[in-house]
């Protein structure tokens, strides 16, 4: 079965930095298109940045190009997202997740992990 593990999320202010980790088991980790969404209170999911299978494509939602860096290492099973610049509106849960389909936006289709909180206040 698929497994999606997340980590690293905590409490920080406003223009910090965090790196989140997934770790990926029950699957071809190498060959599946990865992302990370997220989901604030009270609001829906919202994508947040999509990378191919081997690396050569990154995507980000505007609201986070410049500031996140989402990247992969094949041979650990790992899925990262560097956040930059945090801002309060960054606050949410974070969830890796492997896409099967629509790999660009809110309608994405595939699995989940069960989430790493951010938390951005002073």
């Known amino acids: 079965a698929v497994r999606l593990v997340e980590s690293g999320g905590g409490l920080v202010q406003p223009g910090g930095s965090l790196r989140l980790s997934c770790v990926a088991s029950?699957?071809?980790?190498?060959?599946?298109?990865m992302l990370w969404v997220r989901q604030a209170p009270g609001t829906g999911r919202e994508w947040v940045s999509t990378?191919?299978?081997?690396?050569?494509?990154?995507y980000y939602a505007d609201s986070v190009k410049g500031r996140f860096t989402i990247s992969r290492d094949n041979a650990k099973n790992t899925l990262y997202l560097e956040l930059n610049s945090l801002k309060t509106e960054d606050t949410a849960m974070y969830y890796c997740a492997k896409c099967d389909t629509k790999c660009l936006g809110d309608s994405f289709v595939g699995p989940r992990g069960q989430g790493t909180q951010v938390t951005v206040s002073s």
């Open positions: 990378i191919s299978s081997g690396s050569s494509g990154t």
């Open positions: 029950g699957f071809n980790f190498s060959t599946a298109v």
